[in-house]
């Protein structure tokens, strides 16, 4: 990913957003959801990320079809050498065509390259399509659930696990 990717990730993002939501988060936070905002914020984050952040973009026919973003585990309180998934999203046009599984593939690949023992993840409770998506491709639940707050509402994830070198 390039700094002038911001754009098309951002709309690849609230268009994943507002497929993938639809029912679990307020629908006025998605439909509220401005692409000039979210480019400005991507810029941000890209121009921003630490050591070991690594955004990836998938690419079919010139345009942008995903994004996916990983690098060190996020939790201060737990300092560890795992990984952390920290985003991916397909345009909704793109979904079950492999773009998914590919980023999700190379993001896993460096970050066994990089020696990182685990990668781990957060994913929406109720996003069984996300949920199914992470368990064909060697994710399971640790266990460990969390309230996020988003749009005035409280909704729970659920943290997913998976050990690198593995296929």
Sequence with gaps: MTLADCE?????????????????????????????????RRRSHFEQAGDGVVNLVAERSGKLVGWSCHGPYRDAELPTREAELYAIYVHPGHLSQGVGRALLQESTTRCTTAGHPRML???????????????????????TEEPWEVGGATVPEVRYVRTLGDS
């Design 8 to 40: 098309q990730v951002a709309e690849i993002r609230i268009r994943g957003w507002q497929h993938s939501y639809k029912g679990l988060i307020p629908q006025a936070y998605l439909d509220d959801l401005d692409l000039t905002t979210e480019t400005a």
């Design 121 to 143: 993840l957060w994913v929406l409770k109720e996003n069984t399509r996300a949920r199914h998506f992470y368990e064909q491709t060697g994710f399971t639940p640790d266990g």
